[in-house]
């Protein structure tokens, strides 16, 4: 464990464009506070310290920026593919240009490593560089008519306003994947950031309104944990706002679902997962544990992709332990983020700490044992929402962690003896949104990849997303897909023109 020696506060100041460091919300192209003229602070999840603080909005915010996005539709809606295509090109432009500052702010405010937060701020870029390209492939068709003289046009328009309402694990690229995909299609957006996580955002309207988009395009609300119920609530039943898009857990998503039903908004859902990792006894050992090492630590675990469940077959058990236990010993170092050296970094918040020490000890309770680590690292008491990379070894399925997302640095490993039982177990589960395995049987390979229940399969790699694929899952973990070609149709109605040509 490394000391912590960053001072947040000075940290903060030596970001070099200082406009980046916004400490107000963004609406109808305007930094505004909010009405009730409160403010709630941003604290540094591995110090603790106060980093700023920013406006604790209500719902009456968010109908001021429901009712700007509104106005800014009227126009939005008719400019022009190519148009919409060089503004969200010049967001891209200056996001890679500004990837440094926007890098350590991540840090600060989120915890990731350095180096985790450049490569968040490349693949948010890279999203805006996707639907700056698709902005220009929004096809119709025409549908050859049964009846004489009748000619079908199928056009595609913009849904309107959408409510963007995005997680705190991955600040700046939840959002331009649902922002760029929105702009692209012809949407104007209000976004609510994470309470814990607000500074990114507005980071990013920053830059967007340097790059010349309009005022009333991108509003971002920003509010605390206290604000948030009431808040989501007007994002949802707002008439005027026609979809709703959410990263989140499931249990939020149903209630926003709900929500959203009374006025029957389109919703797009990317909920909570429990990815199956399937190690089979023909797998290349040393690859799988690499692979294990990337999808289970990055952002100290806060993924939904995350590896949650390691299923490795009893033939190889006792070897890939091995082999995944000195990597972790190897190639993790515990620190603030912004320390040289850093490999993994603290938890966002102290109830994911809290539940990550629970599972652990009840894991123990039932029979499991702790390889590596287990605790909060003693050497900083109190300081930061630390956790130790765990990994427990002969866990058993009647554990909270077998069907609860962990969202930590806790790698339970699980034995199997055959494919058809491992499938089984992968799949019971309600949620569907991510699964790995390792294998070097090619027919294996097809099989378990069709029968895994999820939306998205890596097969001997821990990587899974990028700008060109769909991103989403099945069952509990959502509808509706991010990224890729794809990404842009839950943002665009489908309007049919029966036309007589007689």
């Given at each position: 464990?490394?000391?912590?020696?960053?001072?947040?506060?000075?940290?903060?100041?030596?970001?070099?464009?200082?406009?980046?460091?916004?400490?107000?919300?963004?609406?109808?192209?305007?930094?505004?506070?909010?009405?009730?003229?409160?403010?709630?602070?941003?604290?540094?999840?591995?110090?603790?310290?106060?980093?700023?603080?920013?406006?604790?909005?209500?719902?009456?915010?968010?109908?001021?920026?429901?009712?700007?996005?509104?106005?800014?539709?009227?126009?939005?809606?008719?400019?022009?593919?190519?148009?919409?295509?060089?503004?969200?090109?010049?967001?891209?432009?200056?996001?890679?240009?500004?990837?440094?500052?926007?890098?350590?702010?991540?840090?600060?405010?989120?915890?990731?490593?350095?180096?985790?937060?450049?490569?968040?701020?490349?693949?948010?870029?890279?999203?805006?560089?996707?639907?700056?390209?698709?902005?220009?492939?929004?096809?119709?068709?025409?549908?050859?008519?049964?009846?004489?003289?009748?000619?079908?046009?199928?056009?595609?328009?913009?849904?309107?306003?959408?409510?963007?309402?995005?997680?705190?694990?991955?600040?700046?690229?939840?959002?331009?994947?649902?922002?760029?995909?929105?702009?692209?299609?012809?949407?104007?957006?209000?976004?609510?950031?994470?309470?814990?996580?607000?500074?990114?955002?507005?980071?990013?309207?920053?830059?967007?309104?340097?790059?010349?988009i309009p005022p009333g395009v991108i509003n971002v609300?920003?509010?605390?944990?206290?604000?948030?119920?009431?808040?989501?609530?007007?994002?949802?039943?707002?008439?005027?706002?026609?979809?709703?898009?959410?990263?989140?857990?499931?249990?939020?998503?149903?209630?926003?679902?709900?929500?959203?039903?009374?006025?029957?908004?389109?919703?797009?859902?990317?909920?909570?997962?429990?990815?199956?990792?399937?190690?089979?006894?023909?797998?290349?050992?040393?690859?799988?544990?690499?692979?294990?090492?990337?999808?289970?630590?990055?952002?100290?675990?806060?993924?939904?992709?995350?590896?949650?469940?390691?299923?490795?077959?009893?033939?190889?058990?006792?070897?890939?332990?091995?082999?995944?236990?000195?990597?972790?010993?190897?190639?993790?170092?515990?620190?603030?983020?912004?320390?040289?050296?850093?490999?993994?970094?603290?938890?966002?918040?102290?109830?994911?700490?809290?539940?990550?020490?629970?599972?652990?000890?009840?894991?123990?309770?039932?029979?499991?044992?702790?390889?590596?680590?287990?605790?909060?690292?003693?050497?900083?008491?109190?300081?930061?929402?630390?956790?130790?990379?765990?990994?427990?070894?002969?866990?058993?399925?009647?554990?909270?962690?077998?069907?609860?997302?962990?969202?930590?640095?806790?790698?339970?490993?699980?034995?199997?003896?055959?494919?058809?039982?491992?499938?089984?177990?992968?799949?019971?589960?309600?949620?569907?949104?991510?699964?790995?395995?390792?294998?070097?049987?090619?027919?294996?390979?097809?099989?378990?990849?069709?029968?895994?229940?999820?939306?998205?399969?890596?097969?001997?790699?821990?990587?899974?997303?990028?700008?060109?694929?769909?991103?989403?899952?099945?069952?509990?973990?959502?509808?509706?897909r991010e990224g890729s070609r794809y990404g842009m149709?839950?943002?665009?109605?489908?309007?049919?023109?029966?036309?007589?040509?007689?």
């Amino acid at each position: 464990m490394q000391a912590i020696k960053v001072s947040s506060p000075d940290e903060l100041a030596k970001i070099k464009d200082k406009s980046l460091v916004c400490r107000q919300a963004y609406i109808d192209g305007k930094w505004v506070d909010a009405a009730s003229q409160q403010h709630f602070d941003i604290v540094d999840p591995a110090t603790l310290e106060t980093i700023g603080s920013v406006p604790d909005m209500d719902a009456s915010d968010v109908k001021l920026a429901v009712s700007a996005a509104t106005r800014a539709f009227a126009s939005w809606k008719h400019t022009t593919s190519k148009e919409r295509s060089l503004l969200l090109r010049k967001w891209h432009d200056l996001l890679v240009a500004n990837k440094d500052d926007l890098a350590r702010l991540m840090t600060l405010e989120n915890g990731k490593p350095l180096v985790e937060a450049h490569g968040e701020i490349g693949y948010s870029a890279s999203f805006v560089e996707w639907f700056s390209e698709e902005a220009k492939r929004g096809y119709g068709d025409i549908v050859p008519s049964p009846i004489p003289g009748l000619r079908a046009l199928v056009m595609k328009q913009p849904v309107g306003v959408v409510s963007i309402i995005t997680p705190y694990n991955f600040p700046n690229a939840m959002i331009t994947r649902k922002v760029g995909a929105a702009l692209a299609a012809g949407c104007t957006v209000v976004v609510r950031p994470a309470f814990e996580t607000p500074l990114s955002a507005l980071a990013l309207c920053e830059l967007a309104e340097r790059a010349g988009i309009p005022p009333g395009v991108i509003n971002v609300v920003t509010c605390s944990a206290k604000n948030t119920p009431a808040v989501g609530l007007e994002m949802t039943t707002n008439p005027e706002v026609r979809k709703v898009s959410f990263t989140g857990s499931t249990a939020v998503g149903k209630l926003l679902m709900g929500q959203a039903s009374t006025t029957m908004k389109r919703v797009s859902m990317e909920l909570g997962g429990n990815a199956p990792f399937i190690v089979f006894e023909d797998a290349d050992i040393q690859r799988a544990a690499e692979s294990l090492l990337q999808c289970k630590f990055r952002n100290a675990g806060q993924t939904c992709v995350s590896a949650n469940r390691i299923y490795v077959h009893d033939a190889v058990y006792d070897e890939f332990v091995g082999a995944f236990t000195a990597l972790v010993k190897e190639k993790l170092r515990i620190g603030h983020g912004l320390s040289e050296g850093t490999t993994i970094g603290p938890m966002i918040t102290k109830r994911g700490l809290d539940k990550v020490e629970e599972q652990v000890q009840l894991a123990v309770a039932a029979g499991a044992t702790v390889v590596l680590g287990g605790k909060r690292p003693e050497a900083v008491p109190g300081k930061g929402y630390f956790f130790e990379p765990t990994v427990l070894a002969d866990v058993l399925d009647a554990v909270p962690m077998t069907c609860e997302e962990t969202f930590g640095p806790l790698c339970p490993i699980y034995r199997f003896t055959s494919e058809d039982e491992v499938i089984r177990r992968a799949n019971a589960t309600s949620v569907g949104l991510a699964g790995y395995f390792f294998s070097r049987d090619v027919a294996r390979v097809f099989r378990v990849a069709e029968a895994l229940e999820v939306g998205m399969v890596a097969a001997n790699t821990g990587t899974i997303g990028s700008d060109a694929v769909p991103f989403g899952g099945v069952k509990e973990s959502g509808m509706g897909r991010e990224g890729s070609r794809y990404g842009m149709d839950d943002y665009l109605n489908i309007k049919l023109i029966n036309l007589s040509v007689l």
